[in-house]
Nanobody, 123 residues
Framework: VQLQASGGGSVQPGGSLSLSCTAL????????MGWYRQAPGQQRQLVAL???????NYADSVLGRFTVSMDNVKNTVVLSMNDLKPEDTGVYYC??????????????????WGQGTLVTVSS
């Protein structure tokens, strides 16, 4: 399974951006998709995650500003980011977990990551 991400870029504080990520491959079931962020000099941290059962998790710092949504048919997750702040700057990585088909009546668990897309919030 490969993840293809798009979006990101530079924006001024208070602006908005959207990130999109599509999972490609022989996917049987997507259990979750989400976004993680790695700021300069820091570890990768969860930003937002959505699960097949409808559950969602957000970092406290983005609550009320970011929204994550998953399309189970298109295997796509979108992160809508509003009221961006300089501390939102970082490389955003898409993630997906689930089951992929590897043969007749055969599947295996996968944990895939995208290549990362840079978001810069600066005046």
């Amino acid at each position: 399974v490969q993840l293809q991400a798009s979006g990101g870029g530079s924006v001024q504080p208070g602006g908005s951006l959207s990130l999109s990520c599509t999972a490609l491959g022989s996917i049987n079931t997507l259990n979750s998709m989400g976004w993680y962020r790695q700021a300069p000099g820091q570890q990768r941290q969860l930003v937002a995650l959505t699960q097949r059962n409808g559950g969602e998790n957000y970092a406290d710092s983005v609550l009320g500003r970011f929204t994550v949504s998953m399309d189970n048919v298109k295997n796509t997750v979108v992160l809508s980011m509003n009221d961006l702040k300089p501390e939102d700057t970082g490389v955003y990585y898409c993630s997906a977990r689930g089951w992929e088909i590897i043969g007749p009546n055969r599947q295996r668990n996968f944990d895939a990551w995208g290549q990362g897309t840079l978001v810069t919030v600066s005046s």
